[in-house]
């Protein structure tokens, strides 16, 4: 099976009952194809000569797909752009910035191909087991871009205060998705370090030598350089940490609620996590009805289930729930919040035809709709698994 073969297999749309009006706050259509959303504002910001706090937005989409998202501008400019693989389109003024609770959910169109006819039969035939049963709502792999070859988290030793460890995952250690210049000056950056006059000769001017430039006048003073990064990015890196705890304290939770005759294993970035294939009435009402707060030190949980599985889950990682804050800079938080444990899709709708791309194979296309911040790639893995699938992106 193939995903993502044409970014048109891919489509995701932002469903929002955000208002239009008066206010500085100008409102556009972002519309992007094989393009990183952080990437898009960037290009945004510097085709306009704005400041990227100027620059508001619900979600990171997807890179490889085709789409449409809600941006607002504060004192932007009541026009459009096009540029080779995006669109911004205006639609009028607020009062206020769009955010991420103003997403109200996600509608999806994916196209699954090369399959053969019974492939997709058997794929098309689960579609009532996924309209009542649903997907558990891991943070797919997307979330962990960020994750380097030694699969550390950049947040973990930033949180216990070790801010050279966290600085050199930031700034030197190898990650899958380097462009090749990328990967050339993090190689610099690991024969030199410590030695940071020589380093910064050896590098290219880059945001990453500006932080080298500063350790040359302040060698040791990790936790200030770490601080350089972009707070948008060092953002990010709590978001992952966090989601990838959430997701063991998911992946136990379903262990503890779910008979394990009916779980199978998925394998995701960071962790192989349970599946259901299908569930009993009362699991699933179990489940519907239950909510995981997202760890960080600001829970304050009473006595019973949920905190016994949190100090379990984080134990065997080696910390407690007090050590998941920051202590420096103060501009970056662990998120608040809770998520649903299960997610049911909605308006599904699933169909198999040829396949125009591979003859004699046959391709299924899904339409669905699901809250925001669920990953339809998870929601497309627990389908291929149960139909005997494994998913492939290539």
């Known amino acids: 099976m193939k995903l993502k073969t044409l970014p048109d297999d891919f489509e995701v749309e932002e469903l929002s009952d955000f208002s239009l009006g008066n206010g500085p706050f100008a409102v556009y259509l972002l519309t992007k194809r094989s ?53 911004l389109v205006y639609q009028g003024q ?109 590098l290219p001017k880059s945001s990453r030598r500006s932080i080298v ?23 990010l890196w709590l978001a992952a940490f966090q989601s990838d705890l959430w997701n063991l304290m998911l992946s136990a939770w379903l262990q503890e609620h779910v008979d ?25 009402t179990a489940l519907l009805e239950t909510a995981l707060p997202l760890p960080s030190a600001r829970l304050h949980l009473e006595p019973g289930p949920i905190l016994t599985l949190y100090e379990t889950v984080l134990a065997d990682e080696g910390l407690s729930l007090r050590e998941l804050r920051v202590k420096y800079p103060r501009d970056s938080f662990f998120s608040k919040g809770e998520r649903s444990t299960i997610v049911i899709p909605r308006d599904l709708k699933m169909h198999a035809d040829d396949d125009d791309l591979n003859v004699g194979r046959h391709r299924v296309t899904l339409q669905f709709v699901l809250p925001r911040g669920t990953y339809a790639t998870i929601f497309v893995k627990r389908l291929t698994e149960l139909a005997g699938e494994s998913a492939s992106d290539s």
């Open 35 to 87: 393009l990183g959303t952080p990437e898009a504002i960037t290009a945004i910001a510097d085709r306009w000569n704005l400041s990227r706090r100027q620059i508001s937005y619900g979600g990171l989409k997807d890179k490889h797909a085709v789409t449409r998202q809600w941006v607002t501008i504060h004192h932007g400019p009541r026009r459009d752009m096009k540029q080779d693989h995006f669109s």
């Open 94 to 202: 607020s009062g206020r910035e769009f955010g991420p609770h103003d997403i109200s959910a996600n509608r999806f169109r994916v196209v699954m191909r090369n399959l053969t006819r019974p492939e997709a039969e058997r794929i098309v035939e689960l579609q009532a087991n996924l309209a009542r049963d649903g997907v558990p709502n891991y943070f797919d792999d997307q979330r962990f871009g960020s994750l380097g070859e030694s699969g550390e988290f950049i947040a973990k030793p930033w949180c216990l205060g070790d801010y050279e460890r966290a600085l050199w995952l930031a700034l030197a250690e190898p990650n899958p998705h380097d462009r090749p210049n990328d990967r050339d000056e993090k190689q610099t950056i690991r024969d030199y370090w410590g030695r940071w006059i020589e380093c910064k000769a050896a």
């Open 213 to 235: 430039t500063y350790l040359c006048d302040h060698p040791t003073r990790f936790r200030d350089a770490f601080a350089l990064f972009r707070q948008d990015m060092r953002s």
């Open 260 to 284: 394990p005759s009916r779980l199978f294993k998925v394998g995701l970035a960071t962790a192989n996590v349970p599946f259901h294939t299908e569930l009993t009435d009362a699991e699933r």
